[in-house]
């Protein structure tokens, strides 16, 4: 089975650009989660998306937005890109569902590096 | 909101020693818990968790980590360490809503 998958798994922007980066949840799972990771530190919960709604937003400003298509796969949109926006970009997949909190279990993709220069 | 710290940003062992790597969280009334490797270029790869019953947890390639409430910790541990161990380890806690607040990781690094 395909695991979680990431396009591109590189690129490179200069300031004020805009960048797309896609992500395919693994086969039956309905919550995508988009998670921003600065050289030297752990991943930053940018936004959560199940069954097509965002459920959840990390402190991002507006120029960070997300969306989720009818196959479950996803988008993450970022407007006027600052060179504090380089980072590995991390999607991560889950069955999703309320009831389960914390049983379920988030698998990451490779992720997207973006540079901004 | 819930967090963790990661005690040691950087831990350096020889091959076949054991390693601890520390993580601690804040209290809560609930908490899940999880350890996550990140080899070079890769994605994150969960290790364990911990959500209830037996306070200690054993996971992939030969790890595991004791909750330990009173002291608000969540150590991660192995009896003998291979140069393939050579990763970056981020300590999670789960917020709510797919939401996974991490720690800044610690580096491990292998010795011959």
């Known amino acids: 089975d395909a695991g979680v998958t990431q396009s591109p798994t590189h690129l490179i922007k200069t300031r004020g650009q805009h960048v797309t980066l896609r992500c395919s949840p693994i086969s039956g799972h309905k919550s995508v989660s988009w998670y921003q990771q600065v050289l030297g530190q752990g991943p930053q919960f940018i936004f959560q998306?199940?069954?097509?709604?965002?459920?959840g937003r990390g402190n991002f400003p507006d120029r960070f937005s997300a969306r989720q298509f009818p196959n479950y796969s996803s988008e993450l949109n970022v407007n006027a890109l600052l060179l504090g926006d380089s980072a590995l970009y991390l999607c991560?997949?889950?069955?999703?569902?309320?009831?389960?909190?914390?049983?379920?279990?988030?698998?990451f993709g490779p992720g997207t590096r973006l540079t901004v220069l | 909101a819930q967090s963790v710290t990661q005690l040691d940003s950087q831990v350096p062992v020889f091959e076949e020693a054991p390693v601890e790597l520390r993580c601690n969280y804040s209290?809560?009334?609930?908490?899940?818990l999880f350890w996550y490797v990140q080899y070079p270029n890769q994605g994150l790869q969960l290790l364990l968790k911990y959500l209830s019953g037996s306070t200690l947890v054993k996971g992939i390639n030969g790890f595991e980590a004791e909750f330990n409430k009173s002291q608000t910790s969540f150590h991660l541990r192995k009896p003998s360490v291979h140069i393939s161990d050579t990763a970056e380890y981020f300590c999670a806690v789960y917020q709510g809503a797919q939401k996974l607040v991490f720690g800044q990781g610690t580096r491990l690094t292998i010795n011959p």
């Open positions: 209290s809560s009334v609930s908490v899940y």
């Open positions: 991560a997949s889950s069955l999703g569902g309320r009831t389960l909190r914390g049983r379920n279990e988030q698998f």
């Open positions: 998306y199940y069954e097509k709604e965002e459920r």
